[in-house]
């Protein structure tokens, strides 16, 4: 009875051991802060709200995060030297916004886990093999946005509307997809797209006051160096009496008409899921597929709709949230 009794005490013991280990790690786990780098390619809304909330879903998920965040203003190295800082740095994860970014990270590692966001085409921009199958260490979520829609507005908002400009950013190939994609809608719609590329945010007014003489329309697509000056199309088209759409909800809230597109801020947070895959659950870049934006955002500038004269009322308004900055 004796050894039956210090048999079963020695059991007990061992179980409880274990079971304060267990509740031990569990509690170190739960106290795990990544360290993560943020590779944003420019400052500019669209991209400011990819970060934003990259770094909220981060937080309602429950995943505590230190932060490296990076800016490159804009210039290709300076992203490459983000990526290799954070390479040395041994981060557990990088979040690299736009194109070029996105391409110094991958690069920079194939070791590191790399989401990026705000990337129109990822498999052009060479960034992951296919959608459903990335390959390698990165994957992430693209800003493709309704372009047919958004081309259909201008005639909806005004049928005699036969040729739409778009300003692009002759280095970043997202935008060179986005004018060719821009060609083929609006030949099925009865739209011509005259497009003139530019280098440097000092060419957008002169850009702008060339098109604006062959153009009834302005449509601005997801292009970082235009973004980061859509103020200056948006005063020059309400100048011209120009209806403008744009391809994201910020656009509107830099004066552009009327915009119908991806929300980058939900964009963000639907990424931050994806971190937790690899951070938390353990997967790898190449297990989670590429995805797009399940969530888009409309909205109108109220302003420009005053002054250009057009009626609030108009079904293309429909459902649009209205901002009056």
Same mark, same amino acid.
Request: hydrophobic share 40%; proline share 3%.
């Given at each position: 009875?004796?050894?039956?009794?210090?048999?079963?005490? +020695?059991?007990?013991?061992?179980?409880?051991?274990?079971?304060?280990?267990?509740?031990?790690?569990?509690?170190?786990?739960?106290?795990?802060?990544?360290?993560?780098?943020?590779?944003?390619?420019?400052?500019?809304?669209?991209?400011?709200?990819?970060?934003?909330?990259?770094?909220?879903?981060?937080?309602?998920?429950?995943?505590?995060?230190?932060?490296? &965040?990076?800016?490159?203003?804009?210039?290709?190295?300076?992203?490459?030297?983000?990526?290799?800082?954070? /390479?040395?740095?041994?981060? @557990?994860?990088?979040?690299?916004?736009?194109?070029?970014?996105?391409? +110094?990270?991958?690069?920079?590692?194939?070791? %590191?886990?790399?989401?990026?966001?705000? /990337?129109? @085409?990822? #498999?052009?921009?060479?960034?992951?093999?296919?959608?459903?199958?990335?390959? =390698?260490? %990165?994957?992430?979520?693209?800003?493709?946005?309704?372009?047919?829609?958004?081309?259909?507005?201008?005639?909806?908002?005004?049928? $005699?509307?036969?040729?739409?400009?778009? %300003?692009? $950013?002759? +280095?970043?190939?997202?935008?060179?997809?986005?004018?060719?994609?821009?060609?083929?809608?609006?030949?099925?719609?009865?739209?011509?797209?005259?497009?003139?590329?530019?280098? *440097?945010? +000092?060419?957008?007014?002169?850009?702008?006051?060339?098109?604006?003489?062959? /153009?009834?329309? %302005? &449509?601005?697509?997801? @292009? $970082?160096?235009?973004?980061?000056?859509?103020?200056?199309?948006?005063?020059?088209?309400?100048?011209?009496?120009?209806?403008?759409? =744009?391809?994201?909800?910020?656009?509107?809230?830099? =004066?552009?008409?009327?915009?119908?597109?991806? !929300? &980058?801020?939900?964009?963000?947070?639907? *990424?931050?899921?994806?971190?937790?895959?690899?951070?938390?659950?353990?997967?790898?870049?190449?297990?989670?597929?590429?995805?797009? !934006? #399940?969530?888009?955002?409309?909205?109108?500038?109220?302003?420009?709709?005053?002054?250009?004269?057009?009626?609030?009322?108009?079904?293309?308004?429909?459902?649009?949230?209205?901002?009056?900055?």
């Amino acid at each position: 009875m004796k050894k039956k009794l210090s048999l079963v005490v +020695s059991v007990l013991v061992f179980v409880l051991i274990l079971s304060a280990c267990q509740v031990s790690e569990e509690a170190i786990n739960e106290e795990d802060v990544f360290k993560i780098g943020i590779s944003q390619l420019a400052e500019h809304p669209a991209l400011d709200d990819a970060r934003l909330g990259f770094e909220d879903g981060l937080e309602e998920l429950g995943i505590k995060v230190e932060i490296d &965040y990076k800016n490159a203003q804009g210039e290709i190295p300076n992203a490459l030297s983000i990526a290799q800082k954070f /390479v040395k740095d041994e981060v @557990d994860l990088i979040y690299a916004i736009a194109t070029p970014a996105a391409q +110094s990270a991958k690069q920079s590692s194939e070791d %590191i886990p790399i989401l990026f966001s705000a /990337v129109t @085409d990822p #498999v052009a921009a060479e960034l992951v093999e296919s959608m459903d199958s990335p390959g =390698g260490n %990165i994957t992430g979520t693209s800003d493709e946005s309704p372009m047919e829609k958004q081309l259909q507005f201008f005639k909806d908002l005004d049928e $005699n509307i036969e040729t739409v400009g778009i %300003i692009f $950013n002759t +280095s970043e190939e997202n935008s060179h997809l986005q004018v060719e994609r821009a060609k083929e809608i609006g030949a099925e719609i009865g739209i011509e797209i005259v497009d003139v590329g530019i280098s *440097t945010v +000092s060419d957008i007014p002169q850009a702008v006051d060339s098109i604006i003489k062959k /153009v009834d329309g %302005i &449509y601005t697509i997801t @292009d $970082n160096m235009v973004a980061s000056a859509i103020n200056i199309v948006s005063e020059k088209a309400i100048e011209n009496n120009m209806i403008t759409i =744009g391809a994201e909800d910020a656009h509107a809230k830099g =004066g552009i008409l009327l915009a119908d597109g991806i !929300s &980058y801020y939900e964009l963000g947070k639907q *990424t931050a899921e994806m971190a937790k895959q690899i951070l938390v659950d353990g997967k790898t870049p190449s297990e989670i597929p590429s995805a797009r !934006s #399940v969530n888009t955002s409309k909205a109108f500038n109220r302003n420009t709709l005053d002054k250009l004269g057009l009626d609030m009322e108009h079904q293309a308004f429909d459902g649009a949230e209205e901002i009056t900055e």
